[in-house]
């Protein structure tokens, strides 16, 4: 518990010390970055164009017998009995922590 809270003092204040700048070369970042990407879009006169392909099914995963995507399936389910298992190890740890202090 007493770890939690020096953490937690620790990143308070070290947002703190960030403060905020009055410096004005920060506000001219901006400047630099938006008028050149104005610029560049300047001389562009078309509209974008609509893929009538681009809501086509995709040949290579809609192929096949399926073994793929149950083997995906089963690999995504590992992984997350996986964290499942981490967190609640976790948790065991931090309710330990909290139980010694």
Known sequence: ?????????????????CGSSEDASTEAEA?????????????????PVEDPAAMEADPVTTAGDGAAAEAEAASVQEAGDNAAATAE?????????DFEN
């Open 89 to 97: 190890a976790a948790m065991d740890a931090m309710s330990e922590d």
């Open 1 to 17: 518990m007493n770890l939690r809270i020096a953490l937690a003092a620790t990143a308070t204040f070290a947002l703190a010390a």
């Open 31 to 47: 400047d630099t970055v938006e008028i050149p990407a104005e610029e560049a879009l300047q001389d562009v006169d078309e509209e």
